[in-house]
Nanobody, 123 residues
Framework: QVQLVDSGGGLVQAGGSLRLSCTNS????????MGWFRQAPGKEREFVAG????????EYADSVKGRFTISRYNDKKTVFLQMNSLKPEDTAVYYC????????????????WGEGSQVTVST
């Protein structure tokens, strides 16, 4: 069983930084991918960033490139999302996600979800 525990959300002023963490406290997979999606009020959930464990390759949504950085521990359990230069439009609930295997050239399709962390960026 997979259980994703995410943390690190909060309230920050525009231009500030936050760091999200996500740990898989359940079973692990040989070559998983982990990442984050976010959902703002009245909007659909959207992909933010992801990392493939085997290759270490990362992908980002265009809206966060150059501001957010995803990284991992080599335990195949923990990922981090460093968010810098935050903007009010980054306000959303951020959901950690795990895909058992993320093929190159395809969209991240989560098999498991965390409960979500609220990130609020004030003006």
């Amino acid at each position: 069983q997979v259980q994703l525990v995410d943390s690190g959300g909060g309230l920050v002023q525009a231009g500030g930084s936050l760091r999200l963490s996500c740990t898989n406290s359940g079973r692990t997979f040989n070559n998983p991918a982990m990442g984050w999606f976010r959902q703002a009020p009245g909007k659909e959930r959207e992909f933010v960033a992801g990392i493939r464990w085997g290759s270490g390759t990362t992908e980002y949504a265009d809206s966060v490139k150059g501001r957010f950085t995803i990284s991992r521990y080599n335990d195949k359990k923990t990922v981090f999302l460093q968010m810098n230069s935050l903007k009010p439009e980054d306000t959303a609930v951020y959901y950690c996600a795990l895909e058992k295997y993320w093929s190159s050239g395809t969209s991240f399709s989560a098999d498991y979800w965390g409960e979500g962390s609220q990130v609020t960026v004030s003006t």
